[in-house]
Structures are given as C-alpha cells and as structure tokens.
C-alpha cells in the first residue's frame, strides 16, 4: 500500500491539472494520493472524477499559508468541509494577498532592471487559483532570466533575496481551529524543512498539538535523516500523526517525484479516525475518501 499524502495540481502551482497529476499517480503506482494545493479546493472536483476513471483513493485537502512567531508555516487541513464560511473568508483573504504580491514583485524586479509583464505571468499560470511565486518563476524562466524555477527563488524570490515581497498568512492556531470546525484535520507541512527550520521547535509543536493539530509531515525531502528522527520522536512522544509525502509539483520541484516518500498505512488510518471524528463533532457535510 503506497500512500502520498501532498501534491500540487495547476489549481495552485503544480504543472500538472488534476486529471493529469491523479492518472500519473495511479501510473507511479500509489494507491493513495492526497491533493492538497495551495489554498484551494477548487481542483477537488476533477480530480475525484480523475480517480474514479483511474482507480485510485483519493484524499481531498489544501494547504494553507499561515504565520506562526511571524514565520510562514504551511498547514495541510484533509477533508474539511470547503464551504464553511469562516474558512471560505479566510482562504479568499490569502489568495488575494498573493494577487497583490504579483505586481508588487513586478515593481521590485523592475527596480532590478528585470521587465516582466503581469498579464504573461497570468498567461503562464493558466487556470490557477492560487497565483503564486513559481508563477513569476516561470515567467523569469520564459524570459530567459534564470533556467529554473529553483534558480529563480534563489537569486530573487526567496525571502531575504532582492525579489521576495511579503503577504497576508493566517494565523497559525486560528487555521488549525478553523480545519477543526470544517470537520477537517491539520498535518503541520515540513516543518523543519529548508525554508523553515528553527521557526517551530518541540516545544511549538506540542502547543500546537494542544490546540488540535493531528499530525506532523515527518518524511519530506526538506528534511535531513536526523531531522526525521527526531520529528517522528516527537510525533510519538506527543501522539501525533506521522506521515509523509512527496509534495510534488509535476516538473516545478525537482526531486519531488510522486511517492518518494510515503505514509504508513497505520498512520492513514489514524488520520482518517482523527477525521472522522471532527466531521461527527463539526456536524458538517465533509467530503468523503473517494475509494478507488
Ligand atoms: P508562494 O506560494 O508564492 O509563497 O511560493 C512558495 C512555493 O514556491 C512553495 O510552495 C514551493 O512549492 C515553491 N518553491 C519554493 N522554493 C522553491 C524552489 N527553490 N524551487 C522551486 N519551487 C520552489
Ligand atoms: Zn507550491
Ligand atoms: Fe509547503
Ligand atoms: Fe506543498
């Protein structure tokens, strides 16, 4: 049983659509995927239809931009409901931070002699509904400024490099609790990973635990094998949830192949009772595992 819990279609910013990401899955032999996409859930639709015609489980989820001590921090929330209101606003009040960073980072990038235009930012990103930096990256790219989306975030986009613009991320603790009344459940995304090590240590991910987090994304290629470790320590220790993932991006990520790091059944299992439960608790109409 091969089970990957977070990839990224064109509904945010992967470069695959639904469709395409869900048959490559099934193609990758994976049993079990999850789409979460930055965000949004507005590629669950096709690719619940994608799994049924190719066979495979499919769990529906997002995940979310939130600040924590002022540090992005990203929440996978599985199975909420995607039409409860306070978590509707809260994502609408994220996608339209990142609507406005684009042209922030278009002045900033010009300001470095670099013209981009805005409209063929849009063009690239296609059907996205969550406009994001791999999406200036690509158009870098088409521009012939870097050779790569990875290039790009190193030399401009990444925080801390002349490019990079700050925007709107939930709070932390008030994310998790929203997931919890949509009847969802929250994995907290490579925490210790290259972009965010040091922001949430054991003593972070235990207040989180008490404030509802189910689980930790322990196998992800941000991390080290000490780092592994010691989360999945941590995970048992707090009685967490300990998955892992590939965080695929079609060809946006390189070395983030469908499956190259998996989840534990045993670990599915409990995350999926964990969910079972909010969505009792919530009384919500949650979407179910598409089974495959
Ligand atoms: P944004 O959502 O606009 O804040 O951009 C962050 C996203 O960019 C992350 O979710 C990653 O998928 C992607 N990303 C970050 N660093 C890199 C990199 N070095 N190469 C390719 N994609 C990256
Ligand atoms: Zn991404
Ligand atoms: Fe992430
Ligand atoms: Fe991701």
Known sequence: MRI??????????????????????????????????????????????????????????????????????????????????????????????????VPETLVRLAE?????DADEVRRLAGPTAALGRPHIADALVAAGVVVSRDEAFQELLSAGRPGYVDRYAAPLAEMIGLVREAGGVSVVAHPWGRQDPGVLDEAGLAELAGQGLAGIEVDHEDHSAQSRDRLRSIARDLGLVATGSSDHHGLGKAGHELGCNTTDPEQLERLLALAAEAARASGRDVPAVVAG
């Open 4 to 101: 990957d819990l977070h990839t990224h279609s064109r509904a945010s910013d992967g470069t695959q659509s639904p469709e395409e990401l869900v048959h490559a899955a099934a193609a990758a032999g994976l049993d079990v995927l999850a789409l979460t996409d930055h965000d949004t859930s507005a590629g669950w639709e096709s690719a619940t239809r994608a799994a049924l015609e190719a066979g495979i489980s499919l769990v529906l989820g997002m995940e979310i931009s939130t600040r924590y001590a002022g540090r992005g921090v990203h929440l996978l929330g599985y199975l909420p409901d995607p039409t409860y209101p306070p978590l509707v606003e809260e994502l609408q009040r994220i996608v339209e931070g990142r609507n406005h960073r």
């Open 112 to 116: 470095l002699g670099i013209d981009l």
